[in-house]
């Protein structure tokens, strides 16, 4: 999927269940840059919003 900056309340929440089915994903993997830039972008609207 083609993640972009968190503006809504539902794309937190995809990204967040995306986030807990790739957690353990394996270094240098797709899995595992998606991971790294979802952690980010949860972040920081865990930052803006809560």
């Known amino acids: 999927m ?3 900056v968190l503006k809504t ?3 937190y929440n995809k990204a ?3 986030l ?3 957690f ?3 270094p240098n ?4 840059k998606e991971l790294e ?3 980010v972008l949860v ?8």
């Not at 993997?29 to 595992?32: D, L, N, R, T, V």
């Not at 972040?43 to 809560?50: L, N, V």
């Open 37 to 39: 830039l979802l952690m």
């Open 16 to 18: 967040s269940l995306r």
């Open 20 to 22: 807990m089915e790739i």
């Open 29 to 32: 993997s797709p899995e595992s």
């Open 43 to 50: 972040k920081e609207y865990d930052d803006k919003c809560f």
């Open 2 to 4: 083609n993640w972009k």
């Open 24 to 26: 353990h994903a394996k």
């Open 9 to 11: 309340e539902e794309d």
